[in-house]
Nanobody, 119 residues
Framework: QVQLVESGGGLVQPGGSLRLSCAAS????????MGWYRQAPGKQREMVAS???????NYADPVKGRFTISRDNAKNTVYLQMNSLKPEDTAVYYC?????????????WGQGTQVTVSS
């Protein structure tokens, strides 16, 4: 079982920055792909950024050039640095852990952290 705990959300003005953290429990962090997703009111959850176990990254088009995902395997933590924030970035941000084990996918989610971008 993997538990994910997000932190770092809050209220920020447009153009500001926030860094989200996701601390993972368990022994599989280093072999898991990690991702950040977000869900705005009335909208479906969408992928924001992901990072593979090998460090390859992928970003959704709306955040390219503004957000950076990184991981620290020694601390079992994944980060999302968010710069130049816009009101449309307002959402609950969720951390995801994904791995394949013996051909079976395992997915885990955190409880979410609210990010509000407003003046």
């Amino acid at each position: 079982q993997v538990q994910l705990v997000e932190s770092g959300g809050g209220l920020v003005q447009p153009g500001g920055s926030l860094r989200l953290s996701c601390a993972a429990s368990g022994s599989f962090f280093s072999i898991s792909a990690m991702g950040w997703y977000r869900q705005a009111p009335g909208k479906q959850r969408e992928m924001v950024a992901s990072i593979s176990s090998g460090g390859s990254t992928n970003y959704a088009d709306p955040v390219k050039g503004r957000f950076t995902i990184s991981r620290d395997n020694a601390k079992n933590t994944v980060y999302l640095q968010m710069n130049s924030l816009k009101p449309e970035d307002t959402a609950v941000y969720y951390c995801n852990s994904h791995r394949l084990w013996a051909g079976i996918p395992y997915d885990y989610w955190g409880q979410g952290t609210q990010v509000t971008v407003s003046s």
